[in-house]
């Protein structure tokens, strides 16, 4: 069965500090991926998604993910966080030719100020 | 553009109850997801559905249902509730679903349905 690996269930930073938050996936085939934000009060709104090209995208808000097929990850990464990137964040796949998305468990960011 | 928009907010039922769920999807989408949504659990596909067709199904057992209707709206049912069928109930849309293009695949969530089950 397909499954997404979120291995930090709760991260905490100073701002400023670098961010990466680990997401794999088990799924032979070709994939589509995502990094999904939920701020605090507010709807889950997308932050990136992968889906073919360059492995390296480029989200809002300064984030960015490398996806590495052959080690089925699709880390997030954010050079220098801010306060207001607390909240929580999950990792997606959804394999190609399907409709239904797997979810990671999330992982709660909070950030000091 | 209106957003998704999912009905009642909240939600306070007893154990063995039914209570159902009504979610809007953006205007033109015709795919609407739902998923529950717990604290280590993360979120948990529960179906999908486009042109009130049910096109996959997660790992619930039959006591969640759901159905979509001609103008796409989509409203979940769950049966003879039990204690841990307390959670957010999400409600997501999009163009198309699925994979058949990049531009459909972006899902737009609601704000949820908090149940809590007594």
């Known amino acids: 069965a397909q499954s997404v690996s979120q291995h930090n269930h709760h991260v905490i930073l100073s701002e400023a500090a670098s961010l990466e938050l680990g997401c794999n996936y088990s799924?032979?085939?070709?994939?589509?991926l995502f990094w999904y934000v939920q701020y605090p009060g507010q709807h889950l709104q997308l932050l990136l998604k992968?889906?073919?090209?360059?492995?390296l995208v480029k989200g809002i808000k300064g984030f960015e993910a490398e996806f590495i097929k052959s080690k089925f990850s699709f880390n997030l990464r954010k050079p220098s966080v801010q306060w207001s990137d607390t909240a929580e964040y999950f990792c997606?796949?959804?394999?190609?030719?399907?409709?239904?998305?797997?979810f990671g468990t999330g992982t709660r960011l909070k950030v000091l100020a | 553009k209106a957003g998704v928009t999912q009905t009642p907010r909240y939600l306070i039922k007893t154990r063995g109850q039914q209570v159902t769920l009504s979610c809007s999807p953006i205007?033109?989408?015709?795919?609407v997801s739902w998923y529950q949504q717990t604290p280590g659990q993360g979120l948990q596909f529960l179906f999908e559905?486009?042109?009130?067709?049910?096109?996959n199904k997660g790992n619930f057992p039959g006591r969640f249902s759901g159905r979509q209707f001609s103008n796409s709206r989509s409203e979940m049912n769950v049966s003879t509730l039990e204690l841990g069928d307390s959670a957010l109930y999400l409600c997501?849309?999009?163009?198309?679903?699925?994979?058949?293009?990049?531009?459909?695949?972006?899902?737009?969530f609601g704000p949820g349905t908090r149940l809590t089950v007594l």
């Open positions: 992968y889906f073919s090209g360059d492995p």
């Open positions: 799924y032979g085939g070709t994939v589509n």
């Open positions: 997606a796949v959804i394999s190609s030719g399907t409709y239904k998305y797997i």
């Open positions: 559905y486009f042109s009130e067709t049910q096109r």
């Open positions: 997501a849309s999009s163009l198309e679903g699925g994979t058949s293009g990049s531009h459909y695949n972006e899902q737009f």
């Open positions: 205007s033109g989408h015709r795919s």
